[in-house]
């Protein structure tokens, strides 16, 4: 049982400090950004996650559509 109460502790631990060097990390990222006026076309909701992460209204014709795989590579 204590077993299990110190892995709770450590995934918690991990999860703070990714989540602290994450936050970091995309706070750089949003700084070093130049045009935030630019369009992500991409094969699922990951254009989506990027204007999320950064900040960024979503300006892509294609958010909230799945495009087809073999649609995309064309």
């Known amino acids: 049982m204590e077993d299990t109460v110190f892995k709770k502790i450590i995934n918690k631990a991990r999860y ?4 602290y060097y994450r936050n970091r990390y995309m706070k750089k990222c949003r700084q070093r950004i130049v045009n935030k006026d630019f369009s992500i076309i991409s094969h699922l909701c990951v254009g989506g996650i990027i204007y999320d992460n950064l900040g960024l209204p979503y300006l892509s014709p294609t958010v909230g559509l799945s495009i087809e795989r073999k649609e995309f590579n064309r």
């Open 16 to 19: 703070l400090y990714r989540k």
